[in-house]
């Protein structure tokens, strides 16, 4: 451009000299163009190159970043649902006929064991019954026998022997049922366990059927746990749990028991139950329990901390450091995820076995920057 110029400008000058009667102040203001012309090409250009100098003296930004290997390693995923502890034998016991209570042989908090008397009814009209066909039959028994000697050597008749026989064995069986009448006024433990409720008093009139002590087996415990039906297909006996009973500060592992296929109609939800094992402490019926259920296991998982997968629309992506000509740099990654729970994410597609994955400084980093790395803590 400078040598254009230039070109033009003496090219001017030399026809102005040139031309008959030239005019040498034209010649003054023409050159003076030329050295004002010269001046802005040497500063644009002075410009240009401190522009390029400026670019190539730039510094390279290398980002600080923390990194991790990502091995194969045992991933579980939980839910957690709250539950209450029950026995499997908590049952009530009632008396089987009415009367008045007379005893109460225990109270609450009182080991029973099966058969042992746990309160009495009023018996006497019975046992004034039974005293009165015991008499009968001893005389019914002595007849009896004197009849059967007697008819062994032919003497006196068959009617009389029979007769004999048949008073006996009739007081026998009277006898026999006022006895099971007298036992039912007695109300005993049909287990080994522990009285929880004591719901009679002396003096009471007791009902039939209508409960008379709570009885709990505390040596088999469970917990009952109502699940939502979206988990139904992924629960099964067997899988694990971890417990928690707040209320004790007491934490146990242990497994499904037991899983209904029925659905709750008025809450959509289906009963899972899960054992209390000896590390649970003294637990009690109706206690809180927290069970979290392990639902989900990958043996040879991919899995990344959950806070350093960015997303931009549908896509998922990280960052991984990768070593290359000698140097650290960011290469970002697409990736499928899975499963996450407790701050940790699976990751089906995109990783490889020992890539490094940027944990820490990834949201300031670029794809393809250079990286100075340190092993994540």
């Known amino acids: ?20 009667g030239g005019n040498p102040s034209e010649l003054a203001r023409l050159e003076a163009q030329r050295d004002a012309l010269t001046a802005k090409i040497d500063a644009l250009k002075a410009r240009m190159a401190e522009g390029r100098n400026g670019a190539s003296a730039r510094p390279e930004v290398v980002a600080p970043v923390e990194i991790a290997a990502v091995e194969p390693s045992v991933f579980r995923h939980y839910f957690t649902v709250q539950g209450t502890i029950q026995s499997d034998n908590n049952i009530l016991v009632p008396p089987l006929s009415p009367g008045q209570v007379t005893k109460v042989a225990v109270k609450a908090g009182d080991r029973v064991a099966a058969g042992q008397l746990l309160a009495e009814l009023d018996a006497a009209v019975l046992r004034s019954s039974i005293a009165e066909v015991e008499l009968s039959l001893s005389l019914a028994r002595t007849l009896y026998e004197r009849r059967e000697r007697l008819w062994a050597k032919k003497i006196g008749s068959e009617i009389e022997y029979l007769q004999a026989k048949t008073n006996k064995e009739g007081l026998e069986k009277r006898l026999a049922t006022l006895q099971e009448q007298l036992n039912l006024t007695r109300i005993t433990a049909p287990i080994d366990a522990t009285v929880d409720e004591v719901l009679v008093k002396e003096g009471e009139m007791a009902a039939a059927g209508v409960p008379a002590f709570r009885l709990v087996q ?52 289906f009963k899972v139950e899960v054992a209390v094992t000896g590390a649970a402490g003294p637990v009690k019926p109706n206690m809180l329990a927290v069970v979290m259920i392990n639902d989900y296991t990958n043996a040879s998982a991919l899995v990344v901390p959950a806070n350093i997968v960015q997303q931009t629309g549908a896509e998922k992506f990280l960052f991984a450091a990768v070593e290359e000509n000698g140097r650290w740099k960011a290469r970002k990654r697409v990736v499928r995820t899975g499963e996450n729970y407790a701050d940790r994410v699976e990751i089906l597609e ?11 400084g990834f949201q300031k980093i670029a794809d393809g920057q250079p990286l100075s790395v340190a092993e994540a803590r």
Do not use: H
């Not at 451009?1 to 008959?20: F, H, N, S």
């Open 218 to 269: 505390l040596s088999r415990l469970k917990i009952t746990v109502d699940v939502s039906e979206n988990f139904i297909a992924r629960v099964k006996p067997g899988d694990p749990v971890a417990v928690s009973i707040p209320v004790l500060g007491r934490s146990f592992d242990s497994r499904v028991s037991a899983v209904s296929q029925v659905i709750d109609a008025s809450n959509r939800t």
């Open 350 to 360: 995109g990783l490889a076995a020992g890539d490094r994955v940027v944990t820490f």
């Open 1 to 20: 451009m400078k040598k254009i110029a230039l070109i033009i400008t003496l090219a001017l000058l030399t026809a102005a000299a040139c031309r008959p």
